[in-house]
């Protein structure tokens, strides 16, 4: 009889231990990223850790939506441009958050 | 007279727009989201809703932008509708790039690459150091040049490192095809041009507008470039969608007074 109940006891501790290892540590979640990036900065910096090593791309690092104008699903191919075509290229710097006129 | 106010930008930019028949990208070279009062109250917000609605397409990060620490910059630009990007500025631990490194876009069947770079003075911002690093720009553009290079016509740099530190980018790389600068605070009306590379930036506070016009050929080098230094004085009219947004964070965030400051 107390042999059956330390064969019976074992078997749970060996289930108890197998559940642990294998269930209770769930994936961390999109939700939980997604909180961490806007968390404490070391909050941020775990999120970083915790993400798996990919090739450096434009897109993957970060769960930072994308602007239409990222064109980053265009074809890699593409003709070269046309020959003489213009471009404009509007540019600030150093705004340092000045939204009405000053100086 | 006093110069600037997004609100003015966002009228001369909508005309521009309106009258080119060919590309026109707006950029920003960084130290934009923090400084001003207002931009402070409301932890950057309004500048990243005036530029998301002016139609920014990239802006590099500069020291300014980590004013707030590293976790309101990546709210900051989880909020943007365009890439806040610095292929240099890492996290400290395992070095991985806090924002993206560059962005690809087409506009007018034109393909943009762009990457922005960070001075190493950005991380003197309270608890920046701690989490971040800026790793060399000349090695980290480096890095990501042939990705962007393969997949670009025009490879264009957003850094806040200083017109001089960008002429010795500009040297290191000479595949880079246009430097937009920052933190020397110059107002360049004739761009400078190492190699075939051309460099500018546009002055500080929002007082001025860039415009550089250029003509690219069939390998996609650029060729004459024009800088025009656009005034946004009082004879500019206010944008009337800008003057709103500004005035709804006045409202939000009402700014201290001389006398509540005794």
């Known amino acids: 009889m107390r042999s059956r109940c330390v064969v019976i006891m074992s078997l749970s501790v060996l289930l108890l231990s197998s559940w642990l290892v294998a269930g209770c540590s769930p994936a961390p979640s999109a939700e939980a990223g997604s909180k961490a990036l806007v968390g404490t900065p070391s909050a941020s910096v775990r999120q970083a850790k915790q993400e798996p090593a990919r090739a450096p791309s434009a897109t993957r690092y970060y769960d930072v939506p994308l602007p239409p104008a990222t064109a980053t699903a265009m074809a890699l191919q593409s003709p070269a441009p046309a020959d003489g075509l213009k471009l404009t290229i509007l540019h600030t710097n150093d705004s340092r958050g000045f939204v009405d006129p000053c100086g | ?262």
């Open chain 2, 1 to 262: 007279m006093p110069k600037g106010g997004v609100a003015r930008r966002a009228t001369k930019i909508k005309g521009i727009r309106e009258q080119a028949e060919h590309p026109v990208l707006l950029v920003d070279a960084g130290s934009t989201l923090f400084g001003q009062m207002l931009a402070l109250q409301s932890e950057g917000r309004v500048i990243i809703e005036a530029m998301n609605a002016m139609g920014y397409d990239a802006m590099a990060v500069g020291e300014l932008d980590l004013a707030k620490g590293v976790d309101t910059l990546i709210a900051r630009a989880g909020e943007a509708r365009f890439p806040l990007l610095s292929c240099n500025l890492v996290s400290a631990q395992e070095q991985k790039p806090l924002l993206k490194p560059y962005a690809l876009l087409e506009r007018g069947g034109v393909r943009f690459g762009i990457l922005g770079v960070t001075e190493p003075q950005a991380l003197d911002a309270p608890g920046v150091r701690e989490v971040a690093q800026v790793l060399d720009p000349v090695t980290s553009i480096q890095k990501y040049l042939p990705e962007v290079k393969k997949q670009s016509d025009v490879l264009i740099v957003l850094s806040h490192l200083g017109v001089e530190e960008d002429r010795a980018l500009a040297q290191a790389v000479p595949e880079i095809d246009l430097i937009v600068g920052g933190r020397s605070k110059r107002l360049m009306s004739v761009p400078d041009i190492v190699g075939s590379t051309v460099i500018t930036q546009m002055g500080y506070d929002g007082e001025w507008l860039g415009r550089l016009d250029m003509t690219l050929d069939s390998q996609g080098q650029v060729r004459d470039p024009q800088s025009a230094v656009i005034e946004l004085g009082p004879d500019v009219a206010e944008d009337a969608e800008l003057k709103a947004l500004v005035a709804s964070y006045k409202e939000r965030f009402p700014q201290p007074t001389t006398e509540a400051t005794k």
